[in-house]
């Protein structure tokens, strides 16, 4: 099975930063589009941040855009998440996934457990 397991996750003062990683098992990771998901208490779960196998192309939320990065190394199997200028609204559970094809379109085939970050004002 493909398993995606986050870390990085944890308490961090606004204004702070943050990095989350994810790692990724089995042969989906080669050719996969890979996003960053969240969920906050009551609030749906949103992509807020995505990057397409073909042509680098990536997505930004407008919430994160200019905060966040999103970058893959695909030697290592592993997917980060670099968060600046945290703010308490970045409260959340963020989620790695992997889609099934090369874009990231529609919903993705496998998810993380998620891990928790808390943004203190």
Known sequence: ?????????GLVQAGGSLRLSCAASGRTFSGSA??????????????????AWIGGIT??????????????DNAKNTLSLQMNSLK????????C??????????????WGKGTPV???S
Do not use: H, N
Not at 1 to 9: D, I, M, T, Y
Not at 88 to 95: F, K, L, M, R
């Open 34 to 51: 890979m996003g960053w998901f969240r969920q906050a208490p009551g609030k749906e779960r949103e992509l807020i941040a995505a990057k």
């Open 97 to 110: 996934a992997a889609y099934e094809g090369v874009y990231y379109s529609g919903s993705p085939g496998y």
């Open 59 to 72: 997505y930004y939320a407008d919430s994160v855009k200019g905060r966040f990065t999103i970058s893959r």
């Open 1 to 9: 099975q493909v398993q995606l397991v986050e870390s990085g996750g």
């Open 118 to 120: 808390t943004v203190s």
């Open 88 to 95: 308490p609204e970045d409260t959340a559970v963020y989620y």
